[in-house]
């Protein structure tokens, strides 16, 4: 290699290979920043599956415990809260709204599992917590739209 090259005539001489080095790094760059897209839409997915499969649940909990014998009223009682503390607790990870509605949905169950029990109460404080179940499932379902 002649040691009097300038400048210009090393880049033209090697310019296949600069060609092929860009290309390798900003593929490297796309490949890296499509996989972490990826891996989010799927943790955000599996969040939103798990979730809307909890809401289910506690739907059908909030129906028992209101509606069902009054023997396993208080079984499906507790079911609720621990349905309610785990759906809060998956939507902080979750993106958009759901995390609010489902801190919304904690709040409402708190205040309105009491109300079940009573006779006079028990068909609106259930409208109470299925309205609070609904946002939280709104707000899923607005995770599964905004997902690429």
């Known amino acids: 290699m002649n040691k009097n090259a300038s400048f210009k005539e090393q880049v033209r001489r090697n310019l296949v290979a600069l060609i ?4 390798a ?3 490297l760059g796309y490949n890296t ?3 972490e897209a990826s891996e989010y839409n ?3 997915r599996l969040i939103a599956i798990e979730l ?3 809401v289910g649940e506690m739907n059908q909990a909030v129906l028992e415990a209101g509606y069902g014998p009054e023997e396993s009223a208080g079984i499906h009682r507790r079911k609720g809260w621990a349905m309610a503390a785990t759906i809060n607790d998956l939507a902080m990870v979750a993106e958009g709204d759901v995390a609010p509605a489902a801190n919304g949905l904690f709040e409402t169950w708190k205040t309105e599992v009491v109300r079940l029990r009573d006779t006079a ?3 609106e404080a259930t409208a109470n917590i299925n309205a609070a179940l609904e946002r939280v499932r709104s707000a899923t379902h607005d995770v599964f739209r905004s997902l690429e």
């Open 20 to 23: 092929s080095l860009a290309i």
């Open 25 to 27: 790094v900003t593929s």
């Open 33 to 35: 920043w499509r996989n």
């Open 42 to 44: 799927r943790n955000q």
């Open 52 to 54: 809307l499969s909890m």
């Open 121 to 123: 109460e028990k068909d």
